[in-house]
């Protein structure tokens, strides 16, 4: 954290800003922001609707999203469930109970969304290469 704020640290105080002072509060505001990888919902989707390629429990996917540095899951407990539970009323993925856990999984339409994001990102890509070899 600190190396990442060493070239901003030292460009604040040589340049305008230099006479300008921020409270602890506001700095540890900014410091929290800056440490979290807080994703909207919006982006989660891929990931998840990825990550569920293979049928996973609500704890496994915690862990997946803790592993990638992604915190959306990390303040409050349970709250993944929630997340996955508004997935499957919109018919995105699907959940099956075994004697103790239950799993998520793609359903046909979570499968089209998924596909239908990668072709974008994929054509994206392509977009950018020929512009930037263009």
């Keep these: 954290m600190e190396n990442r704020l060493k070239g901003l640290r030292k460009n604040l105080q ?6 300008i002072r921020f409270s602890c509060r506001l700095k540890q505001s900014v410091f929290d922001e800056l440490e979290t990888n807080h994703l909207s919902e919006e982006e989660l989707l891929p990931i998840v609707l990825h990550l569920l ?31 996955l539970h ?24 979570g499968t089209k969304i998924l596909q239908s994001q990668e072709h974008k990102t994929s054509s994206k890509c392509l977009a950018f290469n020929e512009l930037f070899e263009g």
């Design 86 to 109: 508004r997935w499957e009323q919109k018919g995105l993925i699907s959940s099956t109970w075994t004697s103790e856990k239950k799993y998520y999984a793609l359903t046909k339409k």
């Design 14 to 19: 040589e340049k305008e800003l230099k006479n």
């Design 53 to 83: 390629k293979s049928k996973k429990t609500g704890f496994e996917l915690t862990n997946l999203f803790r592993s990638r540095g992604i915190d959306n899951f990390e303040k409050q407990n349970g709250s993944i469930y929630t997340f």
